[in-house]
Protein backbone atom coordinates (compact mmCIF):
# COMPACT_ATOMS: atom_id res chain seq x y z
CA UNK A 1 0.00 0.00 0.00
CA UNK A 2 1.72 2.88 -1.08
CA UNK A 3 0.88 6.03 1.10
CA UNK A 4 2.64 8.44 -0.98
CA UNK A 5 1.83 8.60 -4.64
CA UNK A 6 2.93 10.23 -7.80
CA UNK A 7 0.76 9.12 -10.48
CA UNK A 8 2.40 10.70 -13.59
CA UNK A 9 5.68 8.67 -14.17
CA UNK A 10 6.92 11.12 -16.43
CA UNK A 11 6.89 14.87 -17.52
CA UNK A 12 7.66 17.44 -20.70
CA UNK A 13 7.30 20.91 -20.74
CA UNK A 14 8.68 23.48 -23.00
CA UNK A 15 11.23 25.45 -21.54
CA UNK A 16 9.99 28.58 -20.25
CA UNK A 17 6.83 27.60 -19.42
CA UNK A 18 5.60 26.34 -16.10
CA UNK A 19 5.78 22.30 -14.88
CA UNK A 20 3.49 21.21 -12.42
CA UNK A 21 4.61 18.59 -10.64
CA UNK A 22 1.50 16.18 -8.22
CA UNK A 23 1.79 14.08 -5.24
CA UNK A 24 -0.95 12.30 -2.93
CA UNK A 25 -0.67 11.18 0.14
CA UNK A 26 -2.91 8.66 2.33
CA UNK A 27 -1.30 9.03 5.68
CA UNK A 28 -3.00 11.40 7.88
CA UNK A 29 -0.20 11.68 10.15
CA UNK A 30 2.45 13.36 7.67
CA UNK A 31 2.94 16.78 8.34
CA UNK A 32 5.85 17.30 6.88
CA UNK A 33 6.21 17.14 3.25
CA UNK A 34 9.61 17.46 1.09
CA UNK A 35 10.86 17.30 -2.76
CA UNK A 36 13.86 16.17 -3.90
CA UNK A 37 15.23 16.18 -6.95
CA UNK A 38 17.45 13.38 -8.65
CA UNK A 39 20.20 12.97 -11.55
CA UNK A 40 21.29 10.50 -12.66
CA UNK A 41 23.77 8.53 -10.97
CA UNK A 42 23.37 11.14 -8.32
CA UNK A 43 21.81 10.77 -4.86
CA UNK A 44 18.84 12.61 -4.17
CA UNK A 45 19.06 15.88 -2.62
CA UNK A 46 16.73 18.31 -1.25
CA UNK A 47 14.60 21.00 -3.14
CA UNK A 48 12.25 22.47 -1.34
CA UNK A 49 9.88 21.38 2.13
CA UNK A 50 6.49 22.09 3.41
CA UNK A 51 4.90 22.06 7.03
CA UNK A 52 1.28 21.48 7.37
CA UNK A 53 0.60 24.50 9.15
CA UNK A 54 1.12 26.17 5.64
CA UNK A 55 -0.14 25.72 2.53
CA UNK A 56 2.57 27.35 0.42
CA UNK A 57 6.23 28.08 0.44
CA UNK A 58 8.27 29.69 -1.90
CA UNK A 59 12.11 29.42 -2.73
CA UNK A 60 12.78 31.36 -6.00
CA UNK A 61 11.72 29.45 -9.22
CA UNK A 62 10.00 26.32 -7.14
CA UNK A 63 6.66 26.71 -4.79
CA UNK A 64 4.99 24.04 -2.60
CA UNK A 65 1.31 23.94 -2.38
CA UNK A 66 -0.37 22.05 0.35
CA UNK A 67 -4.07 21.12 0.00
CA UNK A 68 -4.52 18.78 3.45
CA UNK A 69 -7.32 17.94 2.98
CA UNK A 70 -7.10 16.47 -0.46
CA UNK A 71 -4.43 14.89 0.90
CA UNK A 72 -2.35 16.99 -1.72
CA UNK A 73 0.67 18.33 -2.82
CA UNK A 74 2.40 20.04 -6.25
CA UNK A 75 5.60 21.13 -6.92
CA UNK A 76 5.16 24.24 -9.48
CA UNK A 77 8.64 25.26 -11.21
CA UNK A 78 8.44 28.86 -13.04
CA UNK A 79 10.11 29.35 -15.40
CA UNK A 80 11.24 25.89 -16.05
CA UNK A 81 14.89 25.56 -17.65
CA UNK A 82 16.55 22.59 -19.15
CA UNK A 83 18.60 21.91 -16.21
CA UNK A 84 15.38 21.23 -14.40
CA UNK A 85 15.70 18.02 -16.26
CA UNK A 86 15.60 15.24 -13.46
CA UNK A 87 13.20 13.02 -11.40
CA UNK A 88 10.96 14.88 -8.59
CA UNK A 89 10.49 12.51 -5.64
CA UNK A 90 7.84 13.74 -3.24
CA UNK A 91 8.45 12.94 0.47
CA UNK A 92 6.19 12.92 3.67
CA UNK A 93 7.28 12.47 7.26
CA UNK A 94 5.68 12.74 11.02
CA UNK A 95 7.58 15.78 12.60
CA UNK A 96 10.42 14.28 14.40
CA UNK A 97 10.16 10.57 13.51
CA UNK A 98 13.36 8.47 13.56
CA UNK A 99 12.05 6.16 11.13
CA UNK A 100 12.09 9.14 8.38
CA UNK A 101 11.01 9.71 5.11
CA UNK A 102 8.54 7.81 2.85
CA UNK A 103 8.71 8.46 -1.00
CA UNK A 104 6.85 8.63 -3.56
CA UNK A 105 7.43 6.83 -7.11
CA UNK A 106 9.00 9.93 -8.94
CA UNK A 107 8.46 11.78 -11.97
CA UNK A 108 10.46 11.88 -14.38
CA UNK A 109 10.35 15.95 -15.93
CA UNK A 110 11.91 16.46 -19.09
CA UNK A 111 12.45 20.49 -20.29
CA UNK A 112 12.51 21.03 -23.87
CA UNK A 113 14.76 23.60 -25.16
CA UNK B 1 33.34 18.64 2.51
CA UNK B 2 32.92 15.53 1.39
CA UNK B 3 29.24 14.85 3.56
CA UNK B 4 28.21 11.19 2.51
CA UNK B 5 30.43 8.90 0.92
CA UNK B 6 29.32 5.18 -0.20
CA UNK B 7 31.54 2.44 -1.59
CA UNK B 8 31.86 0.40 -3.75
CA UNK B 9 29.81 2.79 -6.52
CA UNK B 10 29.08 -0.40 -8.82
CA UNK B 11 29.15 -4.52 -7.96
CA UNK B 12 28.14 -7.74 -9.29
CA UNK B 13 27.41 -10.50 -7.34
CA UNK B 14 26.56 -14.25 -8.34
CA UNK B 15 23.47 -15.97 -6.09
CA UNK B 16 24.86 -16.79 -3.01
CA UNK B 17 27.77 -14.37 -2.57
CA UNK B 18 27.83 -12.16 0.20
CA UNK B 19 29.11 -8.61 0.49
CA UNK B 20 29.13 -5.13 2.58
CA UNK B 21 28.11 -1.71 1.39
CA UNK B 22 30.23 0.98 3.10
CA UNK B 23 28.78 4.70 3.85
CA UNK B 24 30.73 7.25 5.95
CA UNK B 25 29.23 10.24 6.60
CA UNK B 26 31.76 13.80 7.98
CA UNK B 27 28.88 15.39 8.89
CA UNK B 28 28.61 14.18 12.74
CA UNK B 29 25.10 13.28 12.15
CA UNK B 30 23.07 10.83 14.62
CA UNK B 31 20.95 9.42 12.19
CA UNK B 32 21.84 7.29 9.50
CA UNK B 33 19.64 5.50 6.70
CA UNK B 34 19.83 2.96 4.02
CA UNK B 35 17.81 2.83 1.35
CA UNK B 36 17.28 0.93 -1.73
CA UNK B 37 15.60 2.55 -5.32
CA UNK B 38 13.82 0.09 -7.46
CA UNK B 39 11.81 1.13 -11.07
CA UNK B 40 8.57 2.21 -10.34
CA UNK B 41 9.05 1.84 -6.86
CA UNK B 42 11.02 5.18 -5.15
CA UNK B 43 13.24 4.95 -2.40
CA UNK B 44 12.17 2.38 0.07
CA UNK B 45 13.48 1.67 3.61
CA UNK B 46 15.90 -1.08 4.62
CA UNK B 47 17.24 -0.46 8.00
CA UNK B 48 18.62 2.71 9.75
CA UNK B 49 19.73 3.71 13.00
CA UNK B 50 19.30 6.80 15.62
CA UNK B 51 23.18 6.24 16.71
CA UNK B 52 26.05 4.43 17.38
CA UNK B 53 25.63 0.92 18.21
CA UNK B 54 21.41 1.16 17.43
CA UNK B 55 19.90 -0.28 14.42
CA UNK B 56 16.22 -0.68 13.48
CA UNK B 57 14.38 -2.50 10.77
CA UNK B 58 12.39 -0.01 8.10
CA UNK B 59 10.12 -0.98 5.14
CA UNK B 60 12.04 -3.88 3.46
CA UNK B 61 14.55 -5.63 5.74
CA UNK B 62 14.12 -9.29 4.94
CA UNK B 63 17.66 -10.55 3.46
CA UNK B 64 19.96 -7.46 4.86
CA UNK B 65 21.64 -6.97 8.09
CA UNK B 66 23.23 -3.68 9.10
CA UNK B 67 25.43 -2.35 11.60
CA UNK B 68 26.61 0.86 13.31
CA UNK B 69 29.94 0.32 15.53
CA UNK B 70 30.93 4.28 15.05
CA UNK B 71 28.81 6.97 14.39
CA UNK B 72 30.06 7.75 11.37
CA UNK B 73 29.72 4.60 9.51
CA UNK B 74 26.89 2.71 8.77
CA UNK B 75 27.20 -0.99 7.03
CA UNK B 76 24.85 -2.53 5.10
CA UNK B 77 25.35 -6.29 4.74
CA UNK B 78 23.83 -8.91 2.04
CA UNK B 79 24.85 -12.37 3.36
CA UNK B 80 23.11 -14.39 0.36
CA UNK B 81 22.45 -12.09 -2.13
CA UNK B 82 19.40 -12.95 -4.27
CA UNK B 83 18.47 -11.57 -7.46
CA UNK B 84 15.46 -10.09 -6.29
CA UNK B 85 18.44 -7.37 -4.19
CA UNK B 86 19.11 -5.96 -7.70
CA UNK B 87 18.75 -2.35 -7.16
CA UNK B 88 20.30 0.82 -6.33
CA UNK B 89 21.38 1.51 -2.85
CA UNK B 90 21.48 5.00 -0.80
CA UNK B 91 22.54 6.01 2.10
CA UNK B 92 21.45 9.20 3.78
CA UNK B 93 21.70 10.91 7.00
CA UNK B 94 20.04 13.42 9.25
CA UNK B 95 21.49 15.41 12.38
CA UNK B 96 18.94 14.81 14.47
CA UNK B 97 14.90 13.39 14.71
CA UNK B 98 14.00 17.38 14.36
CA UNK B 99 15.64 17.98 11.38
CA UNK B 100 13.80 16.52 8.74
CA UNK B 101 16.13 17.13 5.42
CA UNK B 102 17.91 14.10 4.42
CA UNK B 103 21.67 14.05 2.71
CA UNK B 104 22.22 11.07 -0.01
CA UNK B 105 25.21 9.39 -1.24
CA UNK B 106 25.58 8.96 -4.20
CA UNK B 107 24.44 5.61 -4.54
CA UNK B 108 25.60 1.88 -4.94
CA UNK B 109 24.65 0.21 -8.61
CA UNK B 110 24.02 -3.58 -7.48
CA UNK B 111 23.79 -6.61 -10.04
CA UNK B 112 22.91 -10.07 -8.65
CA UNK B 113 23.04 -12.50 -11.21
Known amino acids: DQQVKQNSPSLSVQEGRISILNCDYTNSMFDYFLWYKKYPAEGPTFLIS?????DKNEDGRFTVFLNKSAKHLSLHIVPSQPGDSAVYFCAATRSGSARQLTFGSGTQLTVLP | NAGVTQTPKFRVLKTGQSMTLLCAQDMNHEYMYWYRQDPGMGLRLIHYSVGEGTTAKGEVPDGYNVSRLKKQNFLLGLESAAPSQTSVYFC????????????FGSGTQLSVL
Open chain 2, 92 to 103: ASKLTAGGEKLF
Open chain 1, 50 to 54: ISSIK
